[in-house]
């Protein structure tokens, strides 16, 4: 966003270099189950049936789901109980477990769809705001999409990051609605240009 909105690449890459170089400092001021977290993810079978027994078993459904999966609600991992929070953080691996690669993967395009939508419509807005919300809206939903999946996959650690439009949760739905609310009122006044003040310019 910064990097959008014009900031130069000299200050990001310095901004860059001083995150960098304080991630040492900051790793003394890390909570036990913050490192544990860490640790984990790079050595889950350490403590498979403890802080590595999420991400083993994540993993053990995703491979299991093979290239077309198991069927609808007939995951073995998931249903019978091997697999924690699979109605929340670890809602895509069910999904690939009934579905296997190739309904994972689906889904992975329909989220593309809608980012390189939100992409487009930031593009095509006359004012600078509406481009700073659109792709703002756009790069929350590749985030939240990237970590979850990123994370039940085991390239990042395990967070509490639910998937977009999928994940059970009237919190997480009610955000991601409210900004494609957001982003529907851009493309809406994409033709209207602003000035500083926030006023709108005649063509």
Partial sequence: MLFIAGVRLRILSLMCSIAGISVPLVWRFLRDY????????????????GAGYH??????????????GKGFLLGTQSHLSFLPEKQTDFIFTTLAEEFGLIGGFLLICLYMAMVAYGCAIALRSRNHFGRLVAL?????LFLHVFINIAMVTGLLPVVGVPLPLISYGGTAMLSVMFGFGLLMSVYVDRDVRLNRAGA????
């Fill in 34 to 49: 913050q490192k544990t977290r860490i640790y984990t993810f790079f050595d889950p079978d350490s403590d498979p049936l």
């Fill in 55 to 68: 991400i083993l078993q994540s993993k053990i459904a995703l491979g299991s789901g093979g290239l077309f």
């Fill in 136 to 140: 703002g809206i756009a790069n929350n």
């Fill in 200 to 203: 709108a310019l005649p063509d």
